[in-house]
């Protein structure tokens, strides 16, 4: 009996670390524990600005050429 008691202590053992790798991962992402400001955009939304940008500029290439190939025509 006492065995089993012992194996059982393995599989909780391993739930807590689970729990407690997802509590931080949970703090990374949803605070500002490394960027260390105050009210900022946390670190998944950061590296959207550079991707609105580019969407910005490809679509003012993409204007530019529709207006060239009218002026051409």
């Known amino acids: 009996m006492q065995h ?3 194996a ?3 599989y909780i053992g391993l739930l807590m670390l689970l729990i407690s790798v997802v509590i931080i991962i949970f703090f990374i992402v949803r605070t500002d524990l490394f960027t260390g400001q105050k009210n900022s ?3 998944l939304e950061q590296g959207n600005d550079a991707i609105k940008q580019a969407q910005e500029v490809k ?4 204007k530019n050429n529709q207006q060239s190939a009218s002026d051409v025509f």
């Not at 679509?59 to 993409?62: F, T």
Request: aromatic share 0%; hydrophobic share 30%.
């Open 4 to 6: 089993k008691r012992i």
């Open 8 to 10: 059982n202590g393995g």
């Open 41 to 43: 955009k946390n670190m």
């Open 59 to 62: 679509n003012l290439i993409e």
